[in-house]
């Protein structure tokens, strides 16, 4: 009962908004995370929907997920893209998330504000903010779980299916437009294709790697159709 053990970790390391794990709770997520298969949220390899080119779309290529539990700390949840379907740069305001890769190749593109202290101040002239490119790259199931936190690790984050995938997501605390935790979307471009970095300041040779991401309405690919859960349950009785 690999989710039930999940679950019970997560009711004791998740202490509410405005907390982040430590370091030995987020090694802890990880150690269950990492060893977790398809067959512990009831999928398989062998189902229609992970065959290349199984599925044949016209139009937007809608992602599904389905919610396996949520309540004020956490939430579990599967997302399912089909081949090429892509879930926008995003953000997760005030969050920890840990995504692992059950089924599937996808790529990874995050980023981190290059000043997280000044990343919402609104006195810049142009709406473009630097951001430091965390990851861009793609991982194929098995493959470690993912975190990022609240100011680090890749807070902005975009997937893209390059085969159908599905990824268990874990979000402390899940998204609410009540508590401030409201789900932005942005475009980036390049750090030195800006027509307006001469407003910015220079950037030093770090080795790292910087993009101007602008935040934009909610793209309509970021939407989003829920399904039922149909794998194993989880008992909150013995919890």
């Known amino acids: 009962m690999t989710l039930q053990r999940l679950f019970d970790s997560c009711q004791q390391v998740f202490k509410g908004p405005g907390t982040v794990p430590s370091p030995s709770d987020v090694q802890r997520l990880c150690h269950i995370l990492d060893v977790m298969k398809p067959e512990d949220v009831g999928l398989s390899k062998d189902l229609q929907f992970f065959q290349p080119n199984s599925v044949v779309v016209e139009g937007n290529i809608r992602v599904t997920y389905a919610t396996i539990y949520e309540c004020h700390n956490f939430s579990l949840c599967i997302l399912f893209l ?3 379907a892509v879930i926008p740069l995003h953000n997760h305001p005030g969050m920890t998330v840990f995504s692992k890769l059950l089924l599937g190749t996808m790529n990874i593109k995050s980023y981190d504000w290059a000043d997280p202290l000044n990343s919402d101040n609104h006195d810049s002239p142009s709406k473009l903010k630097l951001a430091r490119l965390k990851a861009n790259k793609s991982f194929t199931a098995p493959c470690d779980t993912s975190v ?25 605390p899940p998204y609410s437009k009540d508590d401030g935790r409201d789900c932005s979307y942005y475009s980036d471009t390049s750090f030195g294709s800006s027509s307006n970095k001469e407003e910015f ?8 790697c910087y993009g101007w991401l602008e935040e934009i309405e909610m793209p309509q690919e970021s939407e989003m159709d829920g399904i ?7 008992d909150e009785s013995i919890s």
């Open 201 to 208: 300041p220079k950037v030093e040779d770090d080795g790292h």
């Open 228 to 234: 039922p859960y149909g794998g194993p349950q989880i």
């Open 148 to 172: 990022l936190f609240p100011t680090s690790g890749g807070n902005i984050h975009e997937f893209t299916a390059v085969t159908p995938c599905a990824v268990l997501d874990v979000l402390g």
């Open 82 to 84: 089909p081949e090429t």
